[in-house]
Nanobody, 127 residues
Framework: QVQLVESGGGLVQAGGSLRLSCAASGRTFSSLGWFRQAPGKEREFVAAISWNGGSTYYTYYAGSVKGRFTISRDNAKNTVTLQMNSLKPEDTAVYYC???????????????????WGQGTQVTVSS
């Protein structure tokens, strides 16, 4: 049974940092990603990392987080991490971990590309 469990959310002041982690179980996924959903808004892409079984990882970021967030994965532990720095109040949202069996090579994934989802973890950035 596939399961994605997020951790690491919380409350932080603007300019601060948080680190989100997601543990995947049930199978190994080629792509792992993060999405977020703010109140009253649609769920949006944040970042993703793809691995096609070789030594190359492909990372993708939304423009709004590029340069501030870093996504990484540990294949041995089947985990994905999102390091969030220089947080802004507009980063406040529920953050969801997502997984796909497809490796996205030089093509940024979208929400429809992910078939497995975690329950979400709240990130609140105060001004």
């Amino acid at each position: 049974q596939v399961q994605l469990v997020e951790s690491g959310g919380g409350l932080v002041q603007a300019g601060g940092s948080l680190r989100l982690s997601c543990a995947a179980s049930g199978r190994t996924f080629s792509s792992l990603g993060w999405f977020r959903q703010a109140p009253g808004k649609e769920r949006e892409f944040v970042a993703a990392i793809s691995w096609n079984g070789g030594s190359t990882y492909y990372t993708y970021y939304a423009g709004s987080v590029k340069g501030r967030f870093t996504i990484s994965r540990d294949n041995a532990k089947n985990t994905v991490t999102l390091q969030m720095n220089s947080l802004k109040p507009e980063d406040t949202a529920v953050y969801y971990c997502a997984a796909s069996l497809v490796a996205f090579i030089l093509k940024s994934p979208t929400i429809v590309d992910f078939g497995s989802w975690g329950q979400g973890t709240q990130v609140t950035v105060s001004s």
